[in-house]
Protein backbone atom coordinates (compact mmCIF):
# COMPACT_ATOMS: atom_id res chain seq x y z
CA UNK A 1 0.00 0.00 0.00
CA UNK A 2 1.57 3.39 -1.08
CA UNK A 3 1.88 6.17 1.63
CA UNK A 4 1.91 8.63 -1.00
CA UNK A 5 -1.37 9.84 -2.21
CA UNK A 6 -2.19 10.54 -6.30
CA UNK A 7 -5.13 11.22 -8.32
CA UNK A 8 -5.15 7.85 -10.99
CA UNK A 9 -5.24 10.01 -13.61
CA UNK A 10 -5.21 13.47 -15.56
CA UNK A 11 -5.69 14.88 -18.79
CA UNK A 12 -5.21 17.81 -21.27
CA UNK A 13 -5.40 18.67 -24.72
CA UNK A 14 -1.95 19.95 -26.57
CA UNK A 15 0.10 23.08 -25.07
CA UNK A 16 -2.69 22.86 -21.84
CA UNK A 17 -0.95 22.91 -18.10
CA UNK A 18 -1.59 19.92 -15.94
CA UNK A 19 -1.51 19.35 -12.51
CA UNK A 20 -0.17 16.57 -10.63
CA UNK A 21 -0.84 16.35 -6.85
CA UNK A 22 0.93 13.93 -4.17
CA UNK A 23 -0.03 14.23 -0.58
CA UNK A 24 1.84 12.46 1.97
CA UNK A 25 2.71 13.03 5.70
CA UNK A 26 5.06 15.00 8.38
CA UNK A 27 7.52 11.96 7.98
CA UNK A 28 7.88 11.91 4.72
CA UNK A 29 7.17 15.15 2.26
CA UNK A 30 6.45 17.17 5.65
CA UNK A 31 10.14 16.22 6.16
CA UNK A 32 12.41 15.43 3.40
CA UNK A 33 12.69 16.14 -0.65
CA UNK A 34 9.89 15.06 -3.36
CA UNK A 35 10.74 13.39 -6.38
CA UNK A 36 9.21 12.78 -9.48
CA UNK A 37 9.66 10.38 -12.03
CA UNK A 38 8.04 9.78 -15.54
CA UNK A 39 7.29 6.33 -17.06
CA UNK A 40 6.94 5.89 -20.57
CA UNK A 41 4.98 3.34 -21.86
CA UNK A 42 6.84 0.20 -22.06
CA UNK A 43 9.75 1.56 -20.34
CA UNK A 44 11.84 1.87 -17.22
CA UNK A 45 11.11 5.02 -15.17
CA UNK A 46 13.10 8.39 -15.47
CA UNK A 47 14.07 10.83 -12.88
CA UNK A 48 12.31 13.94 -13.99
CA UNK A 49 12.54 16.31 -11.29
CA UNK A 50 14.72 16.25 -7.66
CA UNK A 51 15.00 18.17 -4.76
CA UNK A 52 11.35 19.33 -4.87
CA UNK A 53 11.87 21.44 -8.22
CA UNK A 54 15.29 20.72 -9.95
CA UNK A 55 15.67 19.06 -13.14
CA UNK A 56 17.86 16.89 -14.37
CA UNK A 57 20.02 17.76 -17.29
CA UNK A 58 17.79 17.28 -20.14
CA UNK A 59 14.36 17.88 -18.65
CA UNK A 60 12.62 20.28 -20.22
CA UNK A 61 11.21 23.17 -18.70
CA UNK A 62 7.95 22.57 -19.13
CA UNK A 63 8.15 20.26 -16.03
CA UNK A 64 8.43 22.08 -12.60
CA UNK A 65 7.65 20.83 -8.97
CA UNK A 66 6.70 22.56 -6.13
CA UNK A 67 6.02 21.35 -2.77
CA UNK A 68 3.97 23.28 0.91
CA UNK A 69 4.10 21.30 3.89
CA UNK A 70 3.15 17.48 3.45
CA UNK A 71 1.84 18.02 -0.34
CA UNK A 72 3.86 18.42 -3.77
CA UNK A 73 2.68 18.97 -6.95
CA UNK A 74 4.04 18.62 -10.46
CA UNK A 75 3.11 21.11 -13.44
CA UNK A 76 3.43 19.95 -16.87
CA UNK A 77 2.82 23.48 -19.18
CA UNK A 78 2.55 23.08 -22.93
CA UNK A 79 1.11 19.82 -22.73
CA UNK A 80 2.89 17.48 -25.70
CA UNK A 81 1.53 14.19 -26.62
CA UNK A 82 5.03 12.66 -26.10
CA UNK A 83 4.44 13.94 -22.21
CA UNK A 84 1.32 10.73 -21.77
CA UNK A 85 2.74 8.74 -19.77
CA UNK A 86 2.76 7.63 -16.12
CA UNK A 87 4.07 9.82 -13.42
CA UNK A 88 5.05 9.32 -9.89
CA UNK A 89 5.94 10.70 -6.83
CA UNK A 90 8.92 10.01 -4.15
CA UNK A 91 10.22 10.84 -0.90
CA UNK A 92 11.98 9.28 2.11
CA UNK A 93 10.23 8.82 4.58
CA UNK A 94 11.59 8.85 8.64
CA UNK A 95 9.08 6.55 10.11
CA UNK A 96 9.51 3.61 7.87
CA UNK A 97 13.45 4.18 7.48
CA UNK A 98 12.16 3.43 3.50
CA UNK A 99 11.81 5.17 0.19
CA UNK A 100 8.18 5.03 -0.75
CA UNK A 101 6.52 6.18 -3.97
CA UNK A 102 2.89 7.31 -4.64
CA UNK A 103 -0.02 5.80 -6.30
CA UNK A 104 1.09 7.12 -9.96
CA UNK A 105 -1.07 9.26 -12.01
CA UNK A 106 -1.33 8.34 -15.56
CA UNK A 107 -1.28 11.60 -17.93
CA UNK A 108 -3.50 11.71 -21.24
CA UNK A 109 -3.15 13.91 -23.94
CA UNK A 110 -6.39 14.27 -25.62
CA UNK B 1 27.88 7.11 -19.55
CA UNK B 2 26.50 4.97 -16.60
CA UNK B 3 24.76 1.79 -17.29
CA UNK B 4 22.42 -0.80 -15.14
CA UNK B 5 21.47 -4.37 -16.65
CA UNK B 6 19.21 -6.65 -14.71
CA UNK B 7 19.66 -10.65 -15.04
CA UNK B 8 17.94 -13.41 -13.72
CA UNK B 9 15.83 -16.16 -14.24
CA UNK B 10 12.79 -15.21 -15.62
CA UNK B 11 10.75 -17.50 -14.32
CA UNK B 12 10.52 -18.99 -10.52
CA UNK B 13 8.40 -21.58 -8.41
CA UNK B 14 6.37 -20.50 -5.98
CA UNK B 15 8.02 -21.21 -2.30
CA UNK B 16 11.36 -20.66 -3.96
CA UNK B 17 13.94 -18.01 -3.92
CA UNK B 18 14.16 -15.06 -6.98
CA UNK B 19 17.85 -14.20 -7.54
CA UNK B 20 18.38 -11.74 -9.20
CA UNK B 21 21.76 -9.69 -10.52
CA UNK B 22 23.07 -5.72 -11.68
CA UNK B 23 25.28 -5.25 -13.44
CA UNK B 24 27.02 -2.10 -13.11
CA UNK B 25 29.17 -0.42 -15.92
CA UNK B 26 30.62 3.29 -17.33
CA UNK B 27 31.00 3.75 -13.33
CA UNK B 28 32.35 2.18 -10.17
CA UNK B 29 29.74 0.64 -7.68
CA UNK B 30 32.24 1.36 -4.81
CA UNK B 31 31.81 5.28 -5.60
CA UNK B 32 31.11 6.76 -2.24
CA UNK B 33 28.59 8.95 -3.11
CA UNK B 34 25.77 6.15 -4.17
CA UNK B 35 23.84 3.33 -3.05
CA UNK B 36 22.49 0.45 -5.38
CA UNK B 37 18.56 -0.03 -4.70
CA UNK B 38 15.90 -2.38 -6.30
CA UNK B 39 12.49 -1.47 -7.57
CA UNK B 40 9.24 -3.54 -8.33
CA UNK B 41 6.52 -3.20 -10.26
CA UNK B 42 3.67 -6.39 -10.92
CA UNK B 43 1.76 -6.00 -13.93
CA UNK B 44 -0.52 -2.81 -14.12
CA UNK B 45 0.59 -1.45 -11.13
CA UNK B 46 2.76 0.94 -9.38
CA UNK B 47 6.29 1.13 -8.21
CA UNK B 48 7.34 -0.77 -5.26
CA UNK B 49 10.66 0.11 -3.36
CA UNK B 50 12.55 -3.25 -2.29
CA UNK B 51 15.47 -2.08 -1.04
CA UNK B 52 19.42 -0.48 -1.32
CA UNK B 53 22.80 -1.41 -0.54
CA UNK B 54 26.11 0.82 0.15
CA UNK B 55 29.59 -0.75 -1.59
CA UNK B 56 30.56 -0.89 2.21
CA UNK B 57 27.36 -3.44 2.54
CA UNK B 58 25.12 -0.95 4.61
CA UNK B 59 21.23 -1.82 2.93
CA UNK B 60 17.92 -0.56 3.93
CA UNK B 61 15.15 -2.98 3.46
CA UNK B 62 11.63 -2.02 2.48
CA UNK B 63 9.82 -3.00 5.72
CA UNK B 64 6.85 -5.18 4.13
CA UNK B 65 9.78 -7.33 2.67
CA UNK B 66 12.55 -7.08 4.88
CA UNK B 67 11.84 -10.77 6.41
CA UNK B 68 12.02 -12.40 2.79
CA UNK B 69 15.05 -10.15 1.29
CA UNK B 70 18.54 -9.98 0.60
CA UNK B 71 20.75 -7.51 -0.99
CA UNK B 72 24.48 -8.12 -1.39
CA UNK B 73 27.31 -5.90 -3.45
CA UNK B 74 30.36 -7.66 -5.50
CA UNK B 75 32.78 -4.64 -5.90
CA UNK B 76 35.44 -7.07 -7.33
CA UNK B 77 32.42 -7.88 -10.50
CA UNK B 78 31.12 -4.34 -10.12
CA UNK B 79 27.82 -6.06 -9.18
CA UNK B 80 25.32 -5.91 -6.69
CA UNK B 81 22.45 -8.64 -6.27
CA UNK B 82 18.84 -9.49 -5.04
CA UNK B 83 17.49 -12.44 -3.37
CA UNK B 84 14.08 -12.46 -2.07
CA UNK B 85 12.95 -15.74 -0.62
CA UNK B 86 9.48 -17.52 -0.17
CA UNK B 87 8.07 -16.40 -3.12
CA UNK B 88 4.23 -16.28 -3.97
CA UNK B 89 2.57 -15.10 -7.08
CA UNK B 90 2.24 -11.69 -5.64
CA UNK B 91 6.19 -11.35 -6.04
CA UNK B 92 5.41 -11.30 -9.78
CA UNK B 93 6.90 -7.69 -11.32
CA UNK B 94 9.44 -6.41 -13.22
CA UNK B 95 12.54 -5.56 -11.19
CA UNK B 96 14.82 -2.98 -11.62
CA UNK B 97 18.13 -1.93 -10.25
CA UNK B 98 19.41 1.97 -10.12
CA UNK B 99 22.11 3.92 -8.87
CA UNK B 100 20.73 5.81 -5.81
CA UNK B 101 21.77 9.19 -4.72
CA UNK B 102 21.48 9.65 -0.73
CA UNK B 103 23.20 11.96 1.58
CA UNK B 104 22.32 15.26 3.79
CA UNK B 105 22.03 18.66 2.77
CA UNK B 106 18.92 20.53 3.77
CA UNK B 107 16.93 17.64 4.33
CA UNK B 108 17.75 13.81 3.75
CA UNK B 109 18.15 13.22 0.35
CA UNK B 110 17.50 9.13 -1.40
CA UNK B 111 16.53 9.30 -5.10
CA UNK B 112 16.60 6.89 -7.90
CA UNK B 113 18.73 8.90 -10.73
CA UNK B 114 19.38 5.96 -13.34
CA UNK B 115 17.90 3.30 -14.12
CA UNK B 116 18.18 -0.45 -15.51
CA UNK B 117 15.60 -1.32 -18.10
CA UNK B 118 14.06 -3.97 -15.77
CA UNK B 119 13.81 -7.38 -15.86
CA UNK B 120 10.19 -9.46 -15.97
CA UNK B 121 9.86 -12.20 -12.99
CA UNK B 122 6.94 -14.48 -12.97
CA UNK B 123 6.72 -16.86 -10.24
CA UNK B 124 4.37 -19.96 -11.17
CA UNK B 125 4.44 -23.53 -11.00
Known amino acids: QSVLTQPPSASGTPGQRVTISCSGS????????VYWYQQLPGTAPKLLIYRNNQRPSGVPDRFSGSKSGTSASLAISGLRSEDEADYYC???????????FGTGTKVTVL | QLQLQESGPGLVKPSETLSLTCTVS??????????WGWIRQPPGKGLEWIGSIYYSGSTYYNPSLKSRVTISVDTSKNQFSLKLSSVTAADTAVYYCAQVLSGYDRYYYYYMDVWGKGTTVTVSS
Open chain 2, 26 to 35: GGSISSSSYY
Open chain 1, 26 to 33: SSNIGSNY
Open chain 1, 90 to 100: AAWDDSLSASV
